[in-house]
Nanobody, 122 residues
Framework: QLQASGGGLVQAGGSLRLPCAASGRTFSRYGMGWFRQAPGKEREFVTGVSASGGSTHYADSVKGRFTVSRDDAQNTVSLQMNNLRPEDTAVYYC?????????????????WGRGTQVTVSS
């Protein structure tokens, strides 16, 4: 089970941190990712980290602004979002994938968490 939190309303240029807590004893074996879905749009990949933590991937739209990290001791994966833009407004979802690889697309996700709303005002 995945539970994301930390969403809210922030002005453009601001920052938010989204933690995602996972239950279970096999968290370290999963590749973890963050996706987002804006109104009227499809859910899209934002960023992800492999099971080892040695591989990370970012969508071009967030490179240099967002950072993903994981703490296997705490069963958490976090998304640090800096320099937020109005176009970052969306519901953000935490996701997990079998076999430790980064889930780069929706079909690659095995578990979804409940989303958390992020709204960036201009």
């Amino acid at each position: 089970q995945l539970q994301a939190s930390g969403g809210g309303l922030v002005q453009a240029g601001g920052s938010l941190r989204l933690p995602c807590a996972a239950s279970g004893r096999t968290f370290s074996r999963y590749g973890m990712g963050w996706f987002r879905q804006a109104p009227g749009k499809e859910r899209e990949f934002v960023t992800g980290v492999s099971a080892s933590g040695g591989s990370t991937h970012y969508a071009d739209s967030v490179k240099g602004r967002f950072t993903v990290s994981r703490d296997d001791a705490q069963n958490t994966v976090s998304l640090q979002m800096n320099n937020l833009r109005p176009e970052d407004t969306a519901v953000y979802y935490c996701a997990a994938a079998f076999f430790g690889t980064v889930p780069l697309a929706v079909p690659g996700v095995n578990y979804w968490g409940r989303g958390t709303q992020v709204t960036v005002s201009s």
